[in-house]
């Protein structure tokens, strides 16, 4: 009896495998056509194990395809593999050619410039351009996102956007520094006016930041000697266009070229603590539009945030200049405070 019960729970218990068994996918859904392939090589062909009129491709004809084995590296900014033969690639999209800059354009590790709608995740983007001369030729150029302090408190050149510790970095020790500008209140509306932008009010930022590292003896817990030693991610340390030593901590001036001012309309107190007269944003606009698209792409970009920016221009023995990226205030700090940090590159 127990045997016979046994018997029929057996029974019953394949009855209901049987009905939970799911249905059986036809020659269609798992892929296979009864339609030629052109680009299927000879004997290429898998058949359907349930149906011999149905088949797919399992090698193509790479060169039908138009996949070569040239060595495509030196133009091509992404490359396919051919599935039939991974030696055979094809272009996916063109590396980015120089062409003339403009304010906003996205600034590739190749020296190329583009607009972001240009984008298609070819080339490494390692910057935005927020300034231009003759005729886009030449300019200066923001990085993609705020440095950071990693372990130790100090800034990591081959990890320089990690913030595990701080993105504020402290100016540097209260010393007037020898053979570095001090920038007073009065010394802005004189050469701010003027057309002459290799002032050092504009152009020194990179002198100013090795005068400065050299003197911190290259301390990377320090604003200047992490601009120096930084290079953009994806990138080789000693690339000659966008590596270690190309970068540099920008002026008060090119701060307030990246945030957008009116020269001509600074007012009287020019300069001065607290003062934003002049101030459009309208350059900050722009930049922060490509940082935005080209972080929807993919790319690790952050917008420039409503913080102060430390500057390489000295006040004095005691304070350094930072911009407000909120509303564009300059503002003379204690060397000893800690503000964000982004780099400036110029081409």
């Known amino acids: 009896m127990r045997y016979m019960m046994f018997l029929l729970g057996l029974m019953f218990a394949n009855v209901a495998n049987a009905i939970d068994c799911e249905k059986v996918p036809t020659c269609e ?5 009864t339609e030629d392939d052109p680009y299927c090589a000879d004997n290429g062909y898998m058949y359907c194990p349930l149906d011999y009129s149905y088949k797919k491709c399992v090698n193509y004809d790479c060169a039908k395809m138009g996949f070569t084995d040239s060595d495509k ?5 992404k490359l396919i593999k051919c599935k039939g033969n991974e030696s055979f690639t094809a272009c996916a999209c063109i590396e980015p050619q120089p062409e003339p800059c403009a304010v906003g354009s996205v600034y590739y590790a190749n020296g190329a410039c583009s607009s972001v ?14 300034y231009v001369t003759d005729n886009g030729t030449h300019g200066k150029v923001i990085n993609l996102k705020d440095l950071g302090k990693s372990a130790g408190g100090k800034f990591n050149p081959a990890d320089p ?5 701080s993105k ?33 009010f504009w152009s020194e930022g990179k002198n100013y930041t090795n005068i400065i590292a050299s003197y911190q003896n290259d301390d990377l817990q320090y604003p200047a000697p992490a601009a120096k030693k930084f290079y953009p991610p994806e990138v080789e340390p000693k690339n000659p266009i966008v590596g270690q030593e190309k970068w540099y901590l920008p002026t008060i001036g090119e701060l307030m070229d990246l945030f957008g001012y009116d020269y001509q309309n600074l007012g009287i107190d ?34 420039l945030t409503e913080k102060k920016y430390s500057s390489s221009s000295e006040f004095d023995a005691k304070y350094s200049w930072t911009l407000d990226m909120k509303d564009g205030t300059r503002t003379f700090h204690s060397k000893h405070y800690g503000f964000s940090v982004r780099t400036s590159l110029a081409f």
């Open 168 to 200: 504020a970095f402290v100016w540097g020790i209260e010393n007037d520094i020898s053979n570095l500008k001090n920038w007073y209140c009065n010394s802005f509306k004189s050469v701010a006016q003027t057309e002459d932008r290799t002032a050092g």
């Open 270 to 303: 020019v300069g001065c603590d607290e003062i934003n007269t002049g101030a459009t944003g309208e350059i900050k606009k722009i930049v922060n539009n490509t940082l935005s698209t080209l972080k929807n792409n993919g790319v690790d970009a952050e917008e």
């Open 117 to 130: 709608e240009k984008y298609q995740g070819c080339g490494i983007p390692v910057g935005v351009v927020y």
């Open 161 to 165: 956007y990690n913030n595990s510790v």
């Open 73 to 77: 590296t030196s133009w091509c900014g």
């Open 29 to 33: 859904e798992l892929g296979y056509s």
